[in-house]
């Protein structure tokens, strides 16, 4: 039992580049998260999903992208990147999306953009 | 417009003793918090919970006490471990929200002296 993984750990971009980071959970989580971490701000959320094909906006949505297209799977897209998109990259999975309900995290993906 | 703050960013407390981790928010919707512990080049991990219809929760060496009046919940470990350093984020959301969309505040980095 993996939990959540994240792929890559460590990736450096040039400006307007693409990538697309892959999360993982295999804890048959319905709620899947992605959230950025900069310092002193915290962890920001970025998208979500509530399901298998469906996604939505969170607080910091501008220039990403997800997708679900398996329940396990929730994908953070970079069509063109940008500096202010240096971060840290957290997904996250929950079983059901109460308030009240824990949420599992991955270990990370430490993004530079140059 | 941070909702959730931790006006700390470290906290330096010696092995045996209490640490206490402070954390205010503005949102007065808010009726669920929780506290994550992060280690380096790891996510956060769940650490303990507090519902608005307490005043208090234990697990252990970890207890959270919250002031609905005012917005102000606290950490308390007792006593403190080599094993606690690590950053502590305080998060806040509505249980109603059943999307379970958290707001973290900034973290506070404890090291724990021998």
């Known amino acids: 039992n993996a939990g959540v993984t994240q792929t890559p750990k460590f990736r450096v971009l040039k400006t307007g580049q693409s990538m697309t980071l892959l999360c993982a959970q295999d804890?048959?989580?319905?709620?899947m998260y992605w959230y950025r971490q900069d310092p002193g701000m915290g962890l920001r959320l970025i998208h979500y999903?509530?399901?298998?094909?469906?996604?939505a906006k969170g607080e910091v949505p501008d220039g990403y992208n997800v997708s679900r297209l398996k329940k396990q799977n929730f994908l953070l897209g970079l069509e063109s990147a940008a500096p202010s998109q240096t971060s840290v990259y957290f997904c996250?999975?929950?079983?059901?999306?109460?308030?009240?309900?824990?949420?599992?995290f991955g270990p990370g993906t430490r993004l530079t953009v140059l | 417009d941070q909702q959730v703050k931790q006006n700390s960013p470290s906290l330096s407390v010696q092995e045996g003793r209490i640490s206490i981790l402070n954390c205010d928010y503005t949102?007065?919707?808010?009726?669920?918090f929780l506290w994550y512990k992060k280690y380096p080049a790891e996510g956060p991990t769940f650490l303990i919970s507090?519902?608005?219809?307490?005043d208090k929760n234990e697990d252990g060496r970890f207890t959270v006490f919250l002031n609905k009046s005012a917005k102000h919940l606290s950490l308390h470990i007792v006593p403190s471990q080599p094993g606690d350093s690590a950053v502590y984020f305080c998060?806040?959301?509505?249980?109603?929200?059943?999307?379970?969309?958290?707001?973290f505040g900034a973290g506070t980095q404890v090291v724990v002296t021998p």
């Open positions: 996250a999975s929950s079983w059901i999306g109460t308030g009240a309900n824990e949420q599992f």
């Open positions: 804890m048959n989580h319905e709620y």
């Open positions: 999903s509530v399901g298998e094909g469906t996604t």
């Open positions: 949102n007065s919707m808010f009726d669920y």
């Open positions: 507090i519902s608005s219809i307490k």
């Open positions: 998060a806040a959301t509505r249980v109603s929200d059943s999307w379970g969309k958290l707001q």
